[in-house]
């Protein structure tokens, strides 16, 4: 963006060029008319499509900088709030979670909440886009359903991961270190888990027209989601049925990876480590994390994929 | 890309929602660089029928060339020569005016060497270039329809399809629309293609097309079909506008009805009529006047009503579309 103004901010002495073709012959166009030849679709062109709807959300998300601000308030409720009450009670009641403090366990989970309420969001600017009819301006251009979709789910992944950039600010809050490698690795986990929430969000709004419906779609499949990912307790030693809808749950294996990120730089006893980053099991065997996350990319591309059928269809 | 050969081609074509036959076998074609006119209520089929042209919905049946391109087969094609101005606005409010276009530009695949030039050329001709850098959230509804014509016409399209460009606009913002559509027929090689239901606008076309019902009910230019009517209409005030009317009916066998306050009726040769009614009538007049058909008769004489009056209807008629296409 800061580019580009200071780009057109040069050409503004620029001499005015007529418009007019002061009688021009009508073949050629006339002086001063500039002809555009678009040329036959190609995958350069549709990747400066991705790019253009990308950088139209990041140029929307900055002019709504309060939503930033805003995103702040609820990880701050649950990481503040939460995080010292719960630490309270559960110092009060065992000795063996008195070395790590619940707010350093909670903040992945923090974390994972944020940028998936904000990658909901910019799922549902589709919505929005429809309702104010510039989805239209997309939808008759001459590209690829693919490029706008893609552009769409990478922007609801960067913007996501802005701000999951801001809730990092907090890490020390929690007693999570400023380590510049932790805080990378944290960022691309939030980036991919953005994007399949986001692919998601894209392919129900291919379909939902209603606002409304879609956000009250999206806060009935978050809610559970959320409460059966791992972000609000540990997944070791939970009954059988509990146990299995967590790993059915996608997001299980998007918060999972973060917290061990995190629980690699803490140095913690391994009874503890054991009770708040047990992994996930697959009946006893420990999913690592590379297939988490590949787990993850697959879901979105699948989500992608099928969120680009849809617009297909209804094109 | 093939040249010469019209810029639209319709051919037979139909568009039905679900039971609803919402456009019934239309034939037409548009020659390049006119400025065609296709009139009727809301619902007689106008939109549906540019959706189809605009590769936005596909035939149920038929067949439609716009550029010399298919609009189901070579969708593509017709995309990259047309240019789309919607009764709805499609801008986005929170980017400011130049930002809306170099987002169609980059959409479009405008190459970038042109892409500045171009932007500033549609800007000025529409008289938006020093509002660019406002957000479009800003403008008022002429400028924001003004803002669509020149994202329009970025891309250089051969084929400009205008659906209701003026709807919901104040009459002096409705004229200048105009201003910058004629402005435009003399910079650039176009054909634009317009629906309106505004008769008077319709004056301004080359050819009108009216549609009614999903047909095409007739096809000329404003002046043929107007002569084509061939009744002038007449306005008398008189001492007795009662006994007026009788005696029309009696004495001179013209149907006759008070309009506006005046005794209003429509007769073959209307000036050369006049010294026959002074003659003939038997009741005094105050005042005559003789005008010739406008576009309203010529609808009126082509579908019975008038457009105002088909109005009313064609809100059921549209409703049972949507209904259709739920």
């Known amino acids: ?230 972000a609000l307790y540990p997944l070791g030693g ?78 | 890309m093939p040249s010469g050969g019209p810029a639209v081609l319709v051919d037979g074509l139909v568009k039905r929602f679900g039971e609803v036959e919402a456009v019934r076998g239309i034939e037409l074609a548009v020659e390049p660089g006119e400025v065609f006119g296709f009139l009727g209520p809301n619902g007689a089929g106008k939109s549906t029928t540019i959706n189809m042209l605009c590769t936005l919905l596909r035939p149920t049946a038929g067949s439609a060339r716009v550029a010399g391109h298919d609009v189901v087969r070579e969708r593509d094609d017709v995309r990259r020569n047309i240019g789309l101005v919607f009764q709805d606005p499609t801008l986005d409010g929170y980017l400011t005016g130049e930002q809306n276009l170099r987002f169609h530009a980059e959409l479009y695949g405008v190459p970038r060497s042109v892409t500045r030039d171009r932007i500033r050329q549609v800007l000025e001709m529409v008289g938006l270039w020093e509002r660019r850098r406002d957000r479009v959230e800003q403008y008022s509804g002429g400028m924001k329809r003004r803002l669509e014509i020149a994202r329009g016409l970025l891309h250089s399209p051969r084929v400009l399809f205008l659906d209701e460009p003026t709807v919901g606009l104040d009459p002096q913002t409705r004229s200048s629309i105009w201003e910058y559509i004629r402005e435009l027929k003399r910079a650039e090689e176009i054909t634009i293609f317009m629906t309106t239901h505004y008769m008077d606008e319709a004056e301004y076309c080359g050819r009108i097309a009216i549609m009614d019902r999903g047909e095409i009910v007739a096809l000329d230019t404003p002046e043929a079909l107007k002569a084509g009517v061939g009744r002038d209409r007449v306005r008398i005030e008189t001492a007795d506008d009662r006994a007026a009317i009788a005696a029309l009916g009696e004495r001179l066998g013209l149907e006759a009805v008070m309009s506006e306050g005046a005794v209003a009726f429509a007769v073959a040769a209307g000036e050369e009529f006049v010294p026959r009614l002074f003659a003939e009538l038997g009741v005094p007049i105050r005042s005559v006047s003789v005008s010739r058909p406008s576009l309203d008769d010529v609808f009126m004489s082509f579908t019975g009503k008038t457009i105002r009056d088909a109005e009313g209807s064609a809100k059921d008629w549209m409703r049972l579309a949507a209904r259709g296409r739920g």
């Not at chain 1, 509990?242 to 061990?260: G, H, I, K, M």
Request: glycine content about 12%; hydrophobic content about 55%; aromatic content about 8%.
């Open chain 1, 1 to 230: 963006m800061g580019a580009g103004d200071a780009r057109e901010a040069g050409d503004v002495g620029e001499v005015v060029r007529s418009a007019e073709p002061a009688g021009g012959p009508a073949g050629s166009g006339g002086p001063g008319v500039v002809r555009v030849a678009v040329p036959p679709r190609s995958v350069r062109h549709d990747l400066r499509a991705v790019r253009i709807v990308l950088h139209r959300e990041l140029i929307r998300f900055w002019r709504d900088r309060l939503r930033m601000v805003l995103g702040l308030v609820q990880p701050v409720l649950w990481l503040v709030v939460m995080g010292t009450g719960l630490s309270n009670l559960m110092a009060a009641g065992s000795g063996s979670g008195g070395r790590v403090d619940l707010k350093t366990f909670i903040f992945p989970g923090v974390c994972a909440m944020s940028v998936m309420t904000t990658a909901m969001f910019s799922a549902g600017s589709i919505v929005w886009d429809r309702e104010f009819g510039f989805l239209r301006e997309m939808l008759v251009a001459p590209v690829s359903r693919a490029a706008i979709v893609a552009g769409k789910c990478f922007s609801g992944a960067l913007v996501a991961t802005v701000q999951g950039a801001v809730i990092l600010a907090l890490a020390g809050v929690a007693g999570v270190p400023y380590d510049p490698v932790l805080l990378l690795t944290l960022l691309g986990m939030m980036f991919l888990g953005a994007f399949a929430l986001t692919a998601f969000g894209v392919m129900l709004a291919a379909r939902i027209t209603s606002m409304q419906a879609f956000f009250g779609i999206m806060q009935m499949t978050m809610m559970p989601m959320i409460f059966l990912s791992g």
């Open chain 1, 238 to 315: 939970l009954p059988a049925w509990l146990s299995v809808l967590t790993r059915l749950n996608p997001l299980t294996y998007a918060v999972d990876p973060l917290r061990q990120a995190v629980f690699a730089r803490l140095d913690v006893p391994a009874d503890v480590e054991r009770t708040f980053n047990p992994g996930i099991g697959w009946g006893g065997w420990e999913v690592p994390v590379w297939l988490s996350l590949l787990l993850v990319l697959a879901l979105g591309l699948a989500l992608m994929g099928a969120a680009v059928l849809q617009f297909r269809r209804a094109g």
